[in-house]
């Protein structure tokens, strides 16, 4: 196992611990009461236990204390970010910033002071893991940074709740396909697809949440191609 392995076999036990391991009630929970919430001691316990499976490394139970900890002070004071005027709507954003930084940190200074011995290696290289990575930030992740952007912009719709699971689904389909098309270097698939969605979705004649739709359609195009383009170049 090399660094880069490392590195993003530990990004993927934090999308899983962050974004799948609780649900939305929890998550809410979570962010309104941070340390006196029940939920975050099993939340914490769960990025612990994510974090040190996935490293295949008896030694690095010491660098998942860590990140475990700092995600605990971290999402503690989240509510107070929360409820601050000026960074409240930049939570989320502010947020997973930290875990990533203190993520990244850990391991490179795990990897090069202490090494890599994994009890079991890893037959994927860093770019299948990537992809890997990639697929599942192109679902409930995804969904959850296109919620927190137009939250941070202050765009809502009346009626735009319409269908919401529907929504949800749509657009985890759309990323996939998105994802898989420009892997596959099948640009033209891509530019069809936006086409069919346009003309299947914008036969509306409120502008308001004709705007609605059209920003979440670019957001979740440009992620699934900008997440397809890095690995490709990576």
């Known amino acids: 196992m090399n660094p880069a392995q490392f590195l993003v076999l530990q990004l993927i036990a934090h999308t899983l611990a962050d974004f799948f391991f609780q649900n939305d009630r929890l998550a809410k929970q979570k962010n309104e009461l941070g340390f006196k919430s ?6 914490i316990l ?15 139970v010491y660098g998942a204390l860590v990140i475990a ?7 503690g004071i989240k ?5 601050s005027a000026g ?4 939570a989320f954003f502010i947020d997973q910033f930290l875990h990533l930084i203190i993520l990244v940190s850990v391991v490179l200074v795990y990897s090069f002071r202490i090494g890599i011995n994994p009890w079991f290696e890893v037959g994927l290289s860093h770019g299948s893991l990537l992809v890997g990575f990639a697929y599942l930030a192109c679902l409930k992740p995804s969904n ?9 912009y202050e765009i809502s719709v009346p009626g735009a709740d319409d269908l919401p699971n529907a929504g949800k689904l749509i657009g985890v389909l759309e990323r996939v396909l998105v994802l898989t098309f420009v892997l596959m270097s099948e640009f033209q698939a891509v530019g069809f697809l936006i086409a069919a969605k ?37």
């Open 38 to 43: 029940p939920f975050l001691k099993w939340h």
């Open 46 to 60: 769960i990025v612990f236990l994510l974090s040190w499976a996935l490293s295949f490394q008896v030694y690095f």
């Open 69 to 75: 900890l700092t995600h605990f002070i971290i999402d």
């Open 79 to 83: 509510p107070r970010i929360n409820r």
């Open 87 to 90: 960074l409240g709507k930049y």
């Open 144 to 152: 959850i940074f296109i919620k927190e952007v137009f939250r941070a």
């Open 198 to 234: 346009s003309i299947l979705r914008f036969k509306n004649d409120d502008s308001l949440k004709t705007e609605y739709v059209l920003i979440g359609t670019l957001l979740s195009f440009g992620l699934a191609v900008l997440l397809g383009i890095f690995i490709r170049f990576y």
